[in-house]
């Protein structure tokens, strides 16, 4: 039972009830906020760490990444149970896709996003072993159409071009047919 349910039990009256409610919260106040701020220094300083020790494994050329991690660490609700994860025979993953997961596991987000950090492969001095930046990126080359004489050989590397890029993009390409471009005529490209 706490001093507010003890006051309510008191036998005295509504006004002298909200009177000792109200010195209560007056000295109770000043300490809960004190309390507060410490715990969110606390808290900052802590991530403040972890963003620094990300960066120096390797996330450092990802500085939106870093805010983001950032802004997800310093959530209010940051470490309240977020996701609830199954196990391997729950989800029926076998052989190579399976975790090792024998029971449920309930997780808050940040927990969720630690234990992805800790799973990454490092080397022994704990900077990540596959840089963010020698991932492909969608201007990599993917190949060109090849050259051909001959006309379908040519549309058809065109538009297996046009589909190889577009799955690389995310996008459909709607570039209209070789025979729209041009109006159906072929130049055989001598100075005839």
């Known amino acids: 039972m706490g001093i507010l349910e003890t006051i309510d039990a008191l036998n005295l009256t509504d006004d002298e009830k909200s009177r000792l409610r109200r010195e209560y ?3 109770v106040d000043p300490l ?21 020790a990300l960066s120096e494994a390797g996330f450092k050329d990802a500085p939106a990444a870093l805010a983001f991690v ?3 660490y310093l959530s ?17 993953l076998t052989g190579e896709e399976a975790t090792g997961a024998h029971a449920r596991e309930e997780m ?12 990454l492969p490092r080397d022994k001095d704990g900077k990540l072993k596959v840089q963010l930046s020698d991932q492909g990126t969608v201007t990599d080359d993917h190949g ?6 001959d006309v379908a050989d040519a549309e058809a590397n065109t538009a297996e071009h046009k ?8 996008t459909t390409i709607g570039r209209p047919s070789r025979e729209k471009r041009y109006g159906g005529r072929y130049s055989s490209g001598g100075g005839e």
């Open 32 to 52: 809960r906020t004190e309390v507060g701020t410490l715990r969110t220094n606390d808290r900052r300083e802590k991530v403040r760490t972890d963003i620094l």
């Open 108 to 119: 808050s987000v940040k927990g969720a996003f630690e234990k992805f950090f800790s799973l």
């Open 70 to 72: 950032r802004r997800l």
């Open 25 to 27: 919260g007056e000295e």
């Open 163 to 170: 589909s190889s890029l577009g799955k690389a993009i995310g």
């Open 76 to 92: 209010p609700d940051a470490e309240e149970p977020g996701v609830v994860l199954f196990a391997d025979h729950e989800l029926g």
């Open 144 to 149: 060109r159409p090849k050259t051909g004489d």
